[in-house]
């Protein structure tokens, strides 16, 4: 025995149905996402001839949904424990998600990271970013700042003067 319901109800629940699966899907969208936390490296530091440091740093995107796109980092930058200079510039990348790039910048360094670098006698050392890195959710996204507390070594590339990776 089949029981059919008159039109007017199958109307309602047909159009009840239909709007639950909207609503359903329009949770869907990435409107909600949100940036995870990026993250900053230095890929290599050069000693150039004048005695200024041509750093290449290397920024991170860990959210798996959304490209950002890097504003400005402002870091303080130490090498050994030692004050080593500022790392304060605008790249101006868009990142997509799940991904990396790279821009460099040239800054004086500080006596005592010039110091703690020569001391290094071409080993590895320890260095420290600590600072801000703004980046904005897209690639027209508004400015968000994230704090950076990036640590790592270099080490001197075999057979080449003056780089550290």
């Not at 990142?95 to 670098?117: E, F, M, Q, R, Y």
């Not at 080993?123 to 970013?129: D, G, H, S, V």
Request: include cysteine; aromatic fraction near 6%; hydrophobic fraction near 45%.
């Amino acid at each position: 025995m089949s029981v059919t319901l008159p039109r007017a109800p199958r109307r309602r629940l047909w159009l009840a149905a239909l709007l639950g699966a909207a609503l359903g899907l329009a949770g869907c969208t990435s409107m909600g996402t949100k940036l995870q936390p990026p993250t900053a490296s230095i890929q290599q530091l050069a000693l150039q001839s004048n005695g200024d440091w041509a750093v290449v740093v290397r920024f991170q995107n860990y959210s798996y949904d959304t490209g950002m796109h890097v504003y400005t980092i402002d870091a303080a930058l130490s090498l050994g424990g030692k004050p080593a200079g500022q790392v304060r510039f605008a790249p101006a990348l868009d990142i997509p998600a799940t991904d990396a790039d790279v821009a460099s910048v040239t800054l004086k360094p500080d006596a005592a990271g010039a110091a703690a670098l020569a001391a290094a006698k071409r080993n590895a050392i320890q260095y420290e970013l600590k600072g801000t890195l703004a980046v904005g959710k897209g690639h027209k996204g508004k400015a968000e700042p994230f704090k950076l507390d990036g640590k790592g070594y270099l080490s001197p590339v075999p057979g080449v003067s003056n780089i550290w990776r």
